[in-house]
């Protein structure tokens, strides 16, 4: 969906549109580590048990080690990308965009114990909820942001309708739209797509896919390829 994207500008003047990952997609890749975590805990079992009692120390710091550093340690050294989250093509980064480090991933990963309360990450659900990006309470006080890793995907080209000019003037932003509509419609449905070029309809004139074909004619119009 369009509006789940944050749109934010580095320091460098470029632009940057970061799709927000939603509860679900984080929970399946939460779920991803959690079984992943128990596994290594069994195994971790089985091995130090052998050690009899001497081994059970050894355990403990292993165990302490994985509930309380395996997202940290993948977070801030595996791109922002646990298990999980690379199963679910997901990624975590600074709000601004950059690589998230491993302050913010040690504290994003910390105030898990507050989402989690009262029972099933009850706080965290609704806090996700209720953001505009879907942000969890620690996303939200380590300035970090769960997103879909779109270097995953091949990158949609405009489809080739003929350049045409607007009908009238636009204004910078009005431009920017339409580029964006150009940019990511060809990864949506088609119903998707005619319901947006809809919305577009006193400037077109057109309705439904013909109002699609406008809108990639205005695009390639102002991205010059003419």
């Known amino acids: 969906m369009l509006d789940t994207y ?7 003047g ?4 970061l799709p ?10 939460w779920g991803i ?16 048990g052998l050690l009899g009692d001497g081994g059970m120390g050894a355990y403990l710091v292993v165990m302490f080690l994985l509930l309380w550093f395996y997202h940290v340690a993948f977070e801030a050294m595996w791109d922002g ?19 998230v480090g491993w302050m913010g991933s040690f504290l994003r990963n910390l105030l898990r114990t507050v989402d989690m309360l009262p029972v099933g ?25 769960v997103v879909h890793d779109v270097r995953r995907h091949d990158t949609a ?3 080739p309708e003929p350049a045409m000019a607007p009908p009238e003037p636009l204004l910078p932003h009005e431009q920017a739209a ?5 940019e990511r419609a060809p990864r949506l449905t088609a119903a998707r797509q005619a319901e947006l070029a809809d919305l577009a309809q006193p400037l077109t004139g057109q309705h439904g896919a013909a109002g699609v074909a406008r809108l990639y004619g205005i695009a390639n119009w102002l991205l010059g390829r003419r």
Do not use: H, Q
Request: charged fraction near 15%; aromatic fraction near 8%.
């Open 6 to 12: 944050r749109e934010v500008v580095t320091p460098e």
């Open 178 to 182: 339409m580029v964006a509509f150009a």
């Open 14 to 17: 470029v632009a940057l549109r």
């Open 157 to 159: 080209t405009t489809p």
């Open 81 to 99: 990308r646990t298990p999980g989250k690379r199963a679910l093509g997901l990624r975590v980064v600074a709000s601004n965009g950059a690589p």
């Open 121 to 145: 990450y009850a706080f965290g659900l609704v806090a996700s909820y209720a953001d505009p990006w879907g942000r969890r309470l620690g996303d939200m006080v380590a300035g970090t942001l």
């Open 33 to 48: 580590d959690l079984c992943i975590r128990l596994v290594l805990l069994f195994i971790g079992g089985l091995v130090f």
């Open 20 to 29: 927000a990952a939603g509860p679900v997609p984080r929970a399946l890749a």
